[in-house]
């Protein structure tokens, strides 16, 4: 019997470091072990000191020698990364990640190059164009959650196209608690909903995700919904701010970093999801399919070389608003609030959605399948 085929995912950060990319990475790793692939995960270290939990698959987390914002430089992710070559079948190289293209580069087993966004600073795209065009020419494929993202993206002219595999994000349901109603943030929930249907937003406190957008809308919610905004960052005391100065504390609650077992309070609570996001920096929406996945319509918006409206699909998964536009947000917001067979039809729109294309068994088939092919 052959051994076990080996993956080293070349990440960012990982689990229980939060966001978009790091659920991705996480769910793939959970899905091969599914399949008998063990998927080990090479990241760099953000808030530590952390206490790993029993895995089927091991996460080696480098020191950063230099941090600013969530992005870490480190010297060590670079020569672990060329040396465990060693130990490893192929890797999955996460884009964009200048660390993991200078460790990846030296690589000649196998690589698989997914590509979750362009960088979107235009002097470090720039900058890191001759490498980018290298790993993609090495690559034996590259995988793009959607056709947009390689499509549209600004390193389309140096991707293969026999090499490119459009494999939708994983999503596992079971790494969501059920709601269970009896948190104490379910509690102060209630007293802030008053019975209005409620949007939940989930995501960082930073520029791209737009949740000013969000907050000028809450001007126009009246008596019948509110919202709640998710997540922590850079911007929570500007955003408190500009709630508080456009008046809607009662339409609008930051709620912080919540719990696993609070977020399924919140979404169980919830009416709608809502991602206001205003650049392509938003490429996908990790958070759209966990609000799906919960039964929840999407209200989105159309932004140029994303991906957001491939996933919430215009009327039959969620509503999809033009860019920046406040008073839209909030009338396609009011519209799921207020008309029942509307939302009925687009709740379980998001529900077959989130188990046609996101499902953990069919998405880990293909990855697995995938793996195999280059290995061979």
Not at 162 to 180: C, E, M, N
Not at 184 to 194: C, H, K, P, V, Y
Not at 306 to 324: E, H, I, Y
Request: with cysteine; proline share 6%; aromatic share 6%.
């Amino acid at each position: 019997m052959s051994e076990p085929l080996r993956v080293l995912q070349l990440a960012k950060h990982f689990d229980p470091d939060t966001g978009g990319i790091e659920t991705v990475t996480l769910n793939i790793s959970e899905v091969l072990l599914q399949h008998g692939i063990q998927a080990d995960v090479l990241c760099t270290e953000v808030k530590g000191p952390y206490q790993e939990r029993e895995r089927g698959y091991q996460v080696r987390r480098c020191q950063a020698d230099v941090a600013f914002g969530n992005k870490r430089l480190s010297w060590q992710y670079i020569t672990e990364g060329k040396r465990l070559e060693r130990d490893y079948d192929c890797a999955i190289v996460h884009m964009p990640n200048p660390l993991a293209v200078l460790a990846a580069l030296s690589w000649h087993k196998p690589l698989i190059v997914l590509w979750h966004a362009d960088i979107p600073q235009l002097p470090i795209r720039w900058a890191t164009t001759p490498l980018d065009n290298r790993l993609l020419k090495k690559a034996a494929a590259v995988v793009g959650p959607t056709p947009i993202h390689l499509a549209q993206s600004h390193r389309a002219d140096a991707i293969e196209s026999g090499k490119i595999a459009i494999i939708p994000y994983p999503f596992d349901r079971s790494l969501i608690p059920v709601a269970t109603c009896a948190t104490g943030f379910a509690e102060r929930l209630q007293a802030f909903r008053r019975g209005r249907a409620m949007s939940i937003s989930v995501g960082r406190l930073v520029p791209y995700k737009g949740f000013e957008v969000l907050i000028d809308a809450a001007r126009e919610f009246g008596d019948d919904l509110c919202a709640i905004i998710v997540g922590k960052g850079p911007l929570a005391d500007e955003l408190a701010a500009q709630i508080k100065a456009a008046g809607v504390e009662d339409h609008l609650m930051m709620a912080g970093a919540l719990l696993p077992e609070e977020l399924a309070d919140a979404f169980a609570q919830a009416r709608m999801g809502c991602m206001p996001s205003v650049t392509a920096a938003e490429m996908y929406g990790v958070a759209q399919v966990e609000s799906m996945a919960a039964g929840l319509p999407m209200v989105s918006t159309e932004i140029p070389r994303s991906g957001v409206s491939f996933v919430n699909k215009d009327d039959q998964t969620g509503l999809v608003v033009p860019l920046r536009d406040p008073h839209a947000l909030a009338t396609a917001m009011l519209r799921l609030a207020n008309d029942e067979a509307l939302w009925q039809r687009l709740h379980e729109g998001a529900l077959r959605s989130v188990t046609e294309e996101h499902d953990r068994t069919s998405v880990g088939n293909r990855y697995a399948q995938l793996i195999r092919d280059v290995c061979q």
